[in-house]
Nanobody
Framework: QVQLVESGGGLVQPGGSLRVSCAAS????????MGWHRQAPGKQRELVAT???????NYADSVKGRFTISRDNTKNTVYLQMNSLKPEDTGVYYC?????????WGQGTQVTVSS
């Protein structure tokens, strides 16, 4: 059974930093690209960043230069380092594993940027 478990969310002040993590079970980490999406209240879920098995990355324009996605293949874990956080970064952050055949989602972790 595939499991994606996010952790590391919380409350942070504007301008602060936070790192969220996603631990993947099974063999999907070696066969799937990984990504982070987020959903703000009343808005659709949107792509934040993705990373391929080879380490190539892609970012939404709104987070370029502030967020960094990385993966540790020895720990089956993907990270999202978020710096210079803004109130508009608030939302539930979801981990995603995807291939041409399927896609899996975690339960999400809440990130709130507020003073």
């Amino acid at each position: 059974q595939v499991q994606l478990v996010e952790s590391g969310g919380g409350l942070v002040q504007p301008g602060g930093s936070l790192r969220v993590s996603c631990a993947a079970s099974g063999s999907i980490f070696s066969t799937h690209a990984m990504g982070w999406h987020r959903q703000a209240p009343g808005k659709q879920r949107e792509l934040v960043a993705t990373i391929t098995r080879g380490g190539s990355t892609n970012y939404a324009d709104s987070v370029k230069g502030r967020f960094t996605i990385s993966r540790d293949n020895t720990k089956n874990t993907v990270y999202l380092q978020m710096n210079s956080l803004k109130p508009e970064d608030t939302g539930v952050y979801y981990c995603n594993a995807h291939s041409q055949f399927n896609s899996y989602w975690g339960q999400g972790t809440q990130v709130t940027v507020s003073s």
